[in-house]
């Protein structure tokens, strides 16, 4: 009882260190600027099930995912890390460019599923952490992984939902400085995808 403590633990921190609730609002209320209330709510409801669901995907099929198209975790990483990158980059120049435009496109084909579900939600790092804590483990570390990033989405969910009462609180002054903040953030947290990707192809990893 006390490892399946210690594990739960251990996963509740790696998900959530991975996920970030709190920073990734600021990343909602970018993308969903102008949107009503009701497509915000779409969108955080559509994306955090996805999300969800692709983890679970690559929890339970991971291994054989990756074996069956010939996926390499590195090229996996660097991929994910240009997208993060691209992301973070437009944040930080304030662009409302085609991934943040919520005109005549259709939510779950773009802004949940793509950049909000995967890669903010359910990117690289959080995929491979979650493969990670289920390599030759039993059927409860599985069961408890899917447990806890369930209850990692549904924080990220009311996080989300109460972003806009949190955004009067502080003002919209502080929410852009934020949102340049994480843009840097984020385009950085990309970078370093891509470099520990290139490290992985080349070995380099110490």
Do not use: W
């Not at 260190?17 to 990343?27: F, H, R």
Request: proline share 3%; net charge positive.
């Amino acid at each position: 009882m006390d490892n399946l403590i210690t594990f739960s633990i251990a996963v509740f921190t790696g998900f959530f260190a991975i996920t970030n609730p709190i920073s990734n609002m600021t990343v909602f209320v970018s993308l969903t600027q102008g949107a009503d209330d009701k497509t915000k709510n779409d969108i955080n409801k559509r994306s955090n099930f996805i999300a969800f669901i692709i983890v679970t995907v690559f929890v339970l099929l991971g291994k054989y995912i990756f074996e069956l198209f010939n996926i390499s975790i590195p090229a996996f990483k660097i991929t994910g890390g240009i997208l993060i990158f691209y992301i973070g980059f437009e944040m930080l120049q304030s662009k409302k460019s085609d991934v943040k435009n919520l005109k005549n496109v259709h939510i779950d084909e773009n802004i949940a599923v793509s950049p909000l579900a995967i890669p903010i939600l359910a990117g690289p790092g959080t995929i491979v952490t979650a493969m990670n804590f289920v390599s030759n483990a039993e059927l409860i570390h599985i069961i408890l992984v899917i447990a806890i990033f369930g209850s990692m989405s549904l924080i990220t969910f009311f996080t989300f939902k109460l972003s806009d009462l949190i955004v009067k609180v502080v003002g919209h002054n502080v929410i852009s400085v934020i949102g340049k903040i994480m843009g840097l953030i984020i385009a950085i947290i990309g970078t370093g995808m891509i470099i520990t990707g290139i490290k992985l192809c080349f070995n380099l990893m110490p």
